[in-house]
T-cell receptor
């Protein structure tokens, strides 16, 4: 099976802009989670989607949003980008079990 | 709120020695505890996990122990090798696909 894929892999945006990141889970996986990874902060949970519904949400401002499509692909959107949003954004998918499998991440740089 | 503390933040050991990384969680509903290894520039990879109905689990040179009463769980790596050098993350989940991660431990195995 193909692993979790994320596009784009690298992105440079300007403060105030918005960005959309995409994640394709492992075939058959219906749960997709998103994380923000920054040095010193580890992985911080953003939200989790299952069957197009957001089931879990972390403690991030409303500028961070997501959605999931019927084919389980997920997108994450960040509006009004701030310098502090620069990070590696990881998505992970889960199947019937609770094990998560991570994608390679999208490195976002906000200037 | 939900929190996972992980110690130490950095750990250097001589090749062949053992390494121990400790985590403490706050949510008593947590029942699933995975450990991830992240090599430089790569995605986190699940290396071992433990559920709350088990006190210890071993996989070759890696073992995880769980003390539910104290809300502690630990990763033990024996006979360390240079390829064990990476950042290790612990996580805790109440089984609802929401994972709280520790801030990571950078392990360096010195040859």
């Amino acid at each position: 099976k193909a692993g979790v894929t994320q596009t784009p892999r690298y992105l440079i945006k300007t403060r105030g802009q918005q960005v959309t990141l995409s994640c394709s889970p492992i075939s058959g996986h219906r749960s997709v989670s998103w994380y923000q990874q920054t040095p010193g902060q580890g992985l911080q949970f953003l939200f989790e989607y299952f069957s197009e519904t957001q089931r879990n949400k972390g403690n991030f401002p409303g500028r961070f949003s997501g959605r999931q499509f019927s084919n389980s692909r997920s997108e994450m959107n960040v509006s009004t980008l701030e310098l502090g949003d620069s990070a590696l954004y990881l998505c992970a998918s889960s199947g019937l079990g609770t094990e998560q499998y991570f994608g390679p991440g999208t490195r976002l740089t906000v200037t | 709120g939900e929190n996972v503390e992980q110690h130490p933040s950095t750990l250097s050991v001589q090749e062949g020695d053992s390494a121990v990384i400790k985590c403490t969680y706050s949510d008593s509903a947590s029942n699933y505890f995975p450990w991830y290894k992240q090599e430089l520039g790569k995605r986190p990879q699940l290396i071992i996990d433990i559920r709350s109905n088990v006190g210890e689990k071993k996989d070759q040179r890696i073992a995880v122990t769980l003390n539910k009463t104290a809300k502690h769980f630990s990763l033990h790596i024996t006979e360390t090798q240079p390829e064990d050098s990476a950042v290790y993350f612990c996580a805790a989940s109440p089984g609802t696909y929401k994972y709280i991660f520790g801030t990571g431990t950078r392990l360096k195995v010195l040859a």
